[in-house]
Nanobody, 126 residues
Framework: QVQLVESGGGSVQSGGSLRLSCVGSGFTSSTACMGWFRQAPGKEREGVGYIYRKGTTGYADSVKGRFTISQGNAKDTVYLQMNSLKPEDTAMYYC????????????????????WGQGTQVTVSS
């Protein structure tokens, strides 16, 4: 069974940086893509970005140029480097493993079989 554990969340001032990590296990052939999502209070969960195991990445328009997704050499760990953080980035951040990922409009999405982590809170103060 796929298990995902996020870490690295915390509180930071506007303009600061944080690096989130997602360590996964139990990956199968149905988990070709890893993505990051976030959900702010009272809002729907939205895509932040994704990375395929082969390295292809995609980002939501709201984070392009500020956030970077990368993976460890063993490809069981995915990172979300967040720079120039804004108060509107405040949310619970979730890691997901899925069959596929894609960009549409100004956001990113997961498709097929999707597994979720428990989330890590990011709070950005002005």
């Amino acid at each position: 069974q796929v298990q995902l554990v996020e870490s690295g969340g915390g509180s930071v001032q506007s303009g600061g940086s944080l690096r989130l990590s997602c360590v996964g296990s139990g990956f199968t052939s149905s988990t070709a893509c890893m993505g990051w999502f976030r959900q702010a209070p009272g809002k729907e969960r939205e895509g932040v970005g994704y990375i395929y195991r082969k390295g292809t990445t995609g980002y939501a328009d709201s984070v392009k140029g500020r956030f970077t997704i990368s993976q460890g050499n063993a490809k069981d760990t995915v990172y979300l480097q967040m720079n120039s953080l804004k108060p509107e980035d405040t949310a619970m951040y979730y890691c997901a493993a899925s069959t596929a990922c894609y960009s549409s409009g100004n956001s990113t999405y997961a498709a097929g079989r999707i597994y979720w982590g428990q989330g890590t809170q990011v709070t950005v103060s002005s």
